[in-house]
């Protein structure tokens, strides 16, 4: 069970016991991710864990608080300079030789947050990169004509919402994660 305060905030770690419980979801989050890599080799269907991991690796590496689970338009909130700000959370798992055009799910206009995060994930799971896009540019891409999905579901392309949105967070290199292993 996750450690929710008063605000309805998880906490991901603030004492011991919250680091052994983060320890714990980090540890079931790697099974899931390996289960999740099975089912996939097997059937060739993914698992459908992506917005979960998405969420989690989101708190974890931009130091945000998720709001508990089906929370009306927004998964988590960041508190910075005296302000809150709601965040959508939206995962995309890319895998080797994907074909361009892949979509985000649908983005709800109608309900209350102020940015969304796009968490992209390679085929492992393992999160290669964040963007943030600011309400304002995301309701503007959602506005322009000719999309179906685009302008009835709220689903924006990855390559249109990276254009519109901020880098927040970059997986260093392999090459540069092995010269520090050195």
């Known amino acids: 069970m996750p450690n929710i305060n008063e605000a309805g ?3 991901i770690s603030s004492s011991k016991s919250d680091d052994m419980r983060t320890g714990r ?3 079931i989050l790697g099974n899931a991710k390996k289960l999740a890599q099975e089912y996939r080799t ?5 698992l459908g864990i992506t917005g979960e991991i998405a969420e989690y690796e989101a708190a974890r590496l931009l130091g945000i608080e998720l709001t508990h689970a089906r929370q009306a338009g927004y998964d988590a909130i960041e508190q910075g300079a005296g302000v809150t700000r709601h965040l959508q959370i939206k995962g995309r798992c890319l895998l080797p030789g994907c074909k361009p055009g892949q979509r985000l799910g649908s983005i709800d206009i109608t309900k209350d947050w102020d940015a969304v995060l796009m968490v992209l994930l390679d085929e492992n799971f393992d999160v290669l990169e964040i963007y943030e896009a600011q309400r304002a540019d995301i309701l503007k891409a959602l506005s322009v004509p000719g999309s179906r999905a685009r302008n009835e579901r709220g689903a924006l392309g990855v390559s249109k919402f990276k254009s519109i949105a901020q880098l927040r967070w970059k997986r260093a290199s392999l090459a540069n994660e092995s010269a520090v292993a050195m």
Not at 42 to 46: D, F, I, S
């Open 25 to 27: 979801v980090m540890e």
């Open 42 to 46: 097997l059937t060739g269907k993914p």
């Open 9 to 11: 905030k998880v906490n």
